[in-house]
């Protein structure tokens, strides 16, 4: 897929995290997990789109599986500048389980 088929993936998951999290009920963390998940699918597939359009060949891309931590960390070698505590939260994610 081409890097701006992937944003627009991308794009519809973090809507579906908004609304879901929307949908979470107060004093139950559980409930909010879908939007979580969502929301950290998105940001998966955005670091994807922005290593596909630096010219990271998508076997490499692949070869980080849902690792949040390995992603951010090839993203930042390849240039994306991201606040210090964002760069920080995403390499705490490591595995997720999208």
């Known amino acids: 897929a081409a890097p701006e ?4 993936l ?7 995290a908004i609304a879901l999290m929307e949908s979470g009920r ?3 963390p559980l409930s909010r997990a879908p939007g979580r998940l969502c929301a950290m699918h998105a940001i ?3 670091l994807n789109a922005f290593l596909l359009a ?3 060949p ?5 070869s980080h599986f849902h690792n949040l931590a390995a992603r951010t960390e090839s993203a930042i070698a390849s240039g ?8 920080e ?5 490591g595995v997720a389980t999208s």
């Open 89 to 93: 939260h995403l390499r705490k994610q």
């Open 44 to 46: 998966e597939l955005y």
């Open 26 to 28: 107060r004093g139950e």
């Open 54 to 56: 630096g010219g990271t």
């Open 10 to 16: 991308a794009d519809e998951y973090r809507r579906a």
């Open 58 to 62: 998508p076997e490499q891309v692949r």
């Open 80 to 87: 994306l500048v991201l606040r210090k505590r964002t760069a």
């Open 5 to 8: 088929d992937i944003v627009a």
